[in-house]
């Protein structure tokens, strides 16, 4: 069994005493790659870092909508020549927040939509992060979609009407992460009218922790009880949730693994 971990912050702080203990464990699991989604200028060394000793880790070149404010054009330069001088194997995360802060809403909105034109631009998909902002995120992408556009909606939450509206672009997959476990969710109920080939799963780590280690830091290895619980809400084998899962990732990020 191989599984990707389609959203990962194993370049952040709190992995700094373990990181490769961390990345073992998950590949003892099955665990054996990792996309990482860049935040902002101040994470980008980082990033880099991990991803250049750790070749099972993809980096993503982004501006994480929580960092917008009102230097955000300056580090909308950075992402750009960040893309236009390394690899990346998308645009992320991006999108709009109004959960933490409304006060820069314009801005997020602007830097949403340049990155929007840059994922076009590079030919990247694009993990969009979308806290408490499905109508202004879709307001967006509906004025910008084409057949270039494609990506993640990334830690889905929305309701059913939300994904049917993602299902309407046909280019975009949903991320499936930690929230399916948990009770009061949402996420299981809506999880039976998804398309299986439309769904990545991801961990979000350090954040958002599965059930049963709910509470803990969380880590890639975690992500076999995401891929657990949406086998037995699809009433599936975990090995064929693990397979198509794995084989959507690889599309859509064009990952070179096997």
């Known amino acids: 069994m191989i599984l990707v971990d389609t959203h990962s912050h194993i370049f952040s702080e709190e992995f700094d005493s373990d990181r490769s203990e961390v990345l073992k464990r998950a590949a003892e699991a099955g665990i054996r790659y990792h996309v990482l989604p860049n935040i902002d ?89 979308s806290r408490n902002s499905f109508s202004e995120i879709f ?15 990334h830690s889905f939450t929305g309701t059913l009407d939300d994904y049917r509206h993602i299902d309407e672009y046909k280019t975009f997959l949903v991320g499936v992460g ?29 954040y958002l922790s599965p059930v049963p280690v709910r509470g803990k830091r969380n880590e890639s290895y975690n992500l076999i009880y995401v891929a657990i619980k949406v086998a037995e809400v699809l009433n599936l084998s975990v090995l064929d949730v693990a397979k198509q899962t794995t084989d959507n990732a690889v599309k859509l990020f064009k990952l070179p693994i096997t």
């Open 139 to 153: 307001r967006i992408v509906d004025q910008e979609i084409d057949a270039s556009l494609h990506g993640v909606f």
């Open 41 to 129: 200028s101040t994470s980008t060394e980082r990033l880099l870092s991990v991803s250049s000793r750790y070749s099972q880790c993809f980096p993503l070149m982004g501006l994480h909508p929580t960092s917008v404010n009102k230097n955000f054009e300056k580090e909308l330069r950075h992402v750009e020549e960040m893309l236009a001088h390394e690899k990346f194997w998308g645009i992320g995360e991006v999108g709009i927040d109004l959960y933490w802060d409304k006060t820069h809403l314009s801005e997020q909105e602007e830097a949403f939509r340049h990155q929007l034109r840059l994922a076009k631009k590079h030919g990247l998909p694009v993990v969009i992060h």
């Open 178 to 206: 930690g929230i399916v476990t948990y009770k009061n969710g949402g996420v299981s109920n809506i999880l039976p009218s998804m398309d299986l080939g439309k769904i990545i799963l991801e961990t979000d780590s350090p």
